[in-house]
């Protein structure tokens, strides 16, 4: 089991920041990793990525030395497990609003005693079982693997008081869109009331010493860090356009200023 850099940053108190990417392209994943990102989020949940075309995204992140992070489609066992079976550093679980459903994604990510994921230490996490022992790698891969869970919705952030204390997760992430559209206001998510709900929430982690993620517009960054946010993510899509923009601006004015 490989250590977890994006773990071991994010327990050092520093930010990390994410690309979330909802094709399975190994290229760009690994370039996303020599551009210098710290964690890619392989997007199951609202893209094209399935258990298998995964594998080869991991192992590609892995050669650049970004850290792999599923988002299944939720927090059934079945539904997680065989991506980190297949290798994910962590998974990202969507829509988890109550400190039982909390439980439940620790349980299917951890190996007894710590949970009940299914035992398999032959693949490619276990480095095929070539290597060390099962108890080894066993206590590795709870040590390493990181838990994040997904407040999405008003249910969430009422609970949220219960939930930081579920033992085993290791990042709790507001998502500022689904939240939004929790509390009619559907895709502001810089409305003011939806801006408050997400720093109510931030308060509840960060003061009961967890670590917070968002998502947010980029220029509200610069605000939730302020508020002790660690965890961050882009989309290959904005990063595609902002660049795409700032490229065609430049050409484009130079093509004018020569007449063509």
């Not at 190994?26 to 964690?39: A, I």
């Not at 559209?181 to 009961?208: D, F, L, N, W």
Request: charged residues 20%; contains cysteine; proline residues 6%.
């Amino acid at each position: 089991m490989r250590e977890n850099t994006l773990k071991q940053k994010l327990y050092d108190g520093k930010a990390a920041f994410g690309v979330m990417c909802t094709f399975p392209s190994p290229p760009v994943v690994e370039m996303l990793g020599y551009l210098g990102f710290d964690w890619i989020l392989l997007d199951n949940e609202h893209g094209s990525i399935t258990v298998d075309s995964a594998e080869s995204c991991i192992a590609a992140a892995e050669l650049s030395g970004i850290a792999p992070i599923v988002r299944p489609v939720g927090i059934k066992p079945e539904l997680i497990t065989p991506f980190l079976d297949r290798g994910a550093w962590g998974v990202q679980v969507p829509r988890v609003n109550t400190a039982d459903e909390a439980r439940a994604v620790v349980d299917a990510v951890k190996y007894g005693p710590e949970g009940h994921r299914g035992l398999f230490s032959g693949g490619r996490p276990a480095h095929y079982g070539f290597a060390g022992n099962t108890t080894a790698y066993v206590e590795a891969a709870n040590r390493q693997t990181l838990v994040c869970i997904m407040i999405e919705e008003v249910e969430a952030i009422e609970n949220l008081p219960d939930m930081v204390k579920v033992p085993g997760i290791d990042v709790y992430f507001i998502g500022s869109g689904d939240l939004s559209q929790s509390m009619g206001y559907t895709g502001q998510q810089a409305h003011p009331e939806v801006q408050s709900m997400m720093e109510r929430g931030v308060k509840i982690i960060t003061e009961a010493g967890r670590i917070a993620g968002c998502s947010c517009p980029d220029t509200l960054i610069p605000k939730f860090l302020g508020l002790g946010v660690q965890y961050f993510h882009s989309t290959v899509g904005r990063l595609l356009q902002q660049s795409s923009v700032a490229y065609l601006q430049v050409v484009r004015e130079a093509a004018a200023t020569l007449g063509r």
